[in-house]
């Protein structure tokens, strides 16, 4: 029920503000993105996910590394938890074909 959109600047970085979210099941805490590239490509990659969650082992063989691995580190910066994930497009996406 919580949503965003993330537009990356023109270097292609990009960053939100969020909290971490809750497991439930068997599934890990996790954070569904879909990228939306310029030319209208459209589709998911790996949910963010967070390194030491117990939860992880549950889906590792399910992990395509769609937009490269989705397992970020979560790093204590004071009053904020920092997480950095470097999204390569296309990568791992059946049919993407690089123009």
């Known amino acids: 029920y ?3 959109w993330i537009r990356t600047g023109a270097d292609g970085k990009y960053a939100f ?3 971490k979210p809750g497991s439930y099941s068997n599934n890990p ?3 569904h993105p879909i990228i939306l590239e310029p030319d209208g490509r459209y ?3 790996d949910e963010y996910r ?3 969650d117990a ?3 549950n889906i590792e063989p399910y992990i395509d590394n769609r937009g490269g691995s989705g397992i970020v580190e ?3 910066a004071g009053n904020l938890w920092i997480a950095r ?3 390569v497009l296309g990568q791992n996406v059946n049919g993407y074909e690089k123009e």
Do not use: E, W
């Open 2 to 4: 919580i949503r965003g």
């Open 17 to 19: 503000y969020t909290f």
């Open 29 to 31: 805490a996790h954070i």
């Open 43 to 45: 589709y998911y990659i």
């Open 50 to 52: 967070f390194k030491g």
């Open 55 to 57: 939860q992880i082992t």
């Open 74 to 76: 979560l790093v204590d």
């Open 85 to 87: 994930r470097d999204i």
